[in-house]
């Protein structure tokens, strides 16, 4: 047990040792009072009724004294806050983190969608973390900030609303290009072909690495074509089936697919014990199906301990020693 403001029971104990120390060494002043000689009075001191009533009055005084001190000293404990240790078994608190990768174009109406029914759950999370990939850009990192995620979910999402580009005005035209842009950026390579593995394996790195993987439920949930590019292109790619499927158990990512094209990508969602289908006509409700069966979590019960007030030994001790000192009186009394 330790005390939270000892300087309190410092200066307490102190102020009880000096007071004993002047008890004892300090003289008392005798009254002068005219005493009425009393004949026999070593007679009457050595009756045995006098030895017992003096016998009773110094050993209740001494019990007064004892108490009174050990009174004292459990106020002055209490005064100072005692702490200890507290345990507990409860299970730990796990959370869900979720990663929206979308390898369909942004003006796709499934992806508008798809966008606009994580803006509305976004709104609901507590202890969830969000995030958005597209084929090359983390448009949004994982995070608990809900408005902005539910912001930047809206704007990406309305873009999929919008008419074509003839009957926008050069405004608007310029702000939905600008949307695009910051969406999914316009490269394109000699050497390199991007593939749904790819994709794929960006999303699955917006996953903190320095963050247990037991800790909290990881989902990746992919939108878009089975594959990005053409079966018969020869430029290569950066990443295997193969290796973005030890990537997700490495980090503890369950890979679910809604796709608009067969493709390998069903091979890693099954790998990883996801949920793989084509993109239908209710998306809301396929996404329900997914979100109602998230990846299992370590949920087992640790002991954690955590400082806190104890004060129940000195307040014991103190009520006691209270109610012994009335009892006490009583009997004196009596």
Not at 90 to 101: A, S, Y
Not at 106 to 126: H, I, K, M, S
Not at 272 to 294: F, K, M, N, S, V
Not at 320 to 329: D, F, G, K, N
Request: aromatic content about 6%; glycine content about 6%; proline content about 8%.
């Amino acid at each position: 047990m330790a005390l939270t403001w000892w300087p309190v029971a410092v200066v307490g104990f102190v102020c009880l040792a000096t007071a004993v120390a002047m008890a004892l060494l300090l003289p008392t002043e005798q009254t002068e009072r005219r005493l009425r000689p009393l004949a026999n009075s070593a007679r009457l001191t050595r009756l045995p009724e006098y030895a017992r009533i003096a016998r009773a009055r110094t050993v209740s005084m001494l019990v007064t004294i004892a108490l009174l001190v050990l009174l004292f000293a459990a106020a002055t404990v209490a005064s100072a806050r005692p702490s200890g240790v507290w345990w507990s078994m409860q299970p730990p608190d796990v959370g869900d983190d979720i990663m929206l990768c979308v390898g369909a174009p942004v003006t796709d109406p499934a992806t508008g969608e798809f966008l606009t029914y994580f803006a509305a759950q976004a709104r609901t999370y507590g202890t969830q973390r969000i995030g958005l990939t597209s084929t090359n850009r983390r448009v949004i990192p994982l995070t608990r900030d809900y408005q902005y995620a539910v912001e930047r979910l809206g704007d990406a999402a309305r873009v999929a609303t919008l008419p074509d580009d003839e009957t926008l005005s050069p405004a608007q035209r310029s702000a939905k290009r600008a949307t695009v842009a910051a969406f999914t950026a316009p490269v394109t390579y000699a050497d390199y072909a991007p593939t749904a593995a790819d994709a794929l394996a960006l999303c699955l790195t917006g996953f903190p690495a320095d963050d247990a993987p037991g800790d909290r439920r990881r989902s990746l949930i992919y939108l878009g074509p089975g594959d990005l590019r053409a079966p018969d292109d020869p430029r290569p790619s950066l990443f295997t089936d193969d290796q973005v499927t030890e990537l997700a158990r490495e980090r503890g990512v369950q890979v679910n697919a809604l796709v608009s094209s067969p493709g390998a990508i069903r091979t890693v969602v099954e790998e990883t014990y996801g949920r793989y289908a084509p993109i239908g006509a209710d998306l809301a409700t396929q996404l329900d199906g997914i979100r109602a069966h998230p990846p299992e979590a370590d949920r087992t019960a640790t002991v954690a301990g955590y400082r806190g007030d104890v004060p129940t030994i000195p307040l014991a001790v103190g009520v006691a020693v209270a109610a012994l000192l009335c009892l006490s009186l009583v009997v004196l009394r009596r």
